[in-house]
């Protein structure tokens, strides 16, 4: 019974595959959307008087906070621009939350079929 429980955890099918290529794709598009969100962010924020974002790297780390944790101690963009950005990088950021969720619970839902 235990070499038959071991073999069934060690062996990779489909349901494993799938929920790799969504992990990977989900990733991925995140990149995208992260180099995205920094080029735009620095290009309409930085150097603004009285803003936080001052070069390609606040602009950078402003990006990965909003995705990772859709906050920042950063002061909110100055600029329109800049804001519709960050709503998109938060848009995202819940997104790619409950798609990966989403995803994780349809793995281990086929599993018990």
Known sequence: ?????????LTIEERHRRLLARLLLA???????FVGGTVLTWAF????KGGDINGFGDAAFFS?????T?????KNPLT?????????????AVFVIT????????FFNSGDS
Do not use: K, N, Y
């Not at 990733?27 to 959307?33: A, E, R, T, W, Y």
């Not at 924020?45 to 603004?48: D, F, I, K, T």
């Not at 798609?99 to 349809?106: C, E, I, K, L, P």
């Open 70 to 74: 859709v906050s920042s101690q950063i």
């Open 1 to 9: 019974m235990i070499r038959e429980e071991v073999s069934r955890l």
């Open 99 to 106: 798609v990966v969720a989403g995803s994780f619970a349809t």
């Open 27 to 33: 990733l991925g598009l995140s990149i995208v959307v």
């Open 64 to 68: 990965v906070v909003q995705m990772l």
């Open 45 to 48: 924020e930085s150097g603004h």
């Open 80 to 92: 329109w621009p800049g804001r519709i950005v960050d709503i998109g990088l938060e848009v995202w």
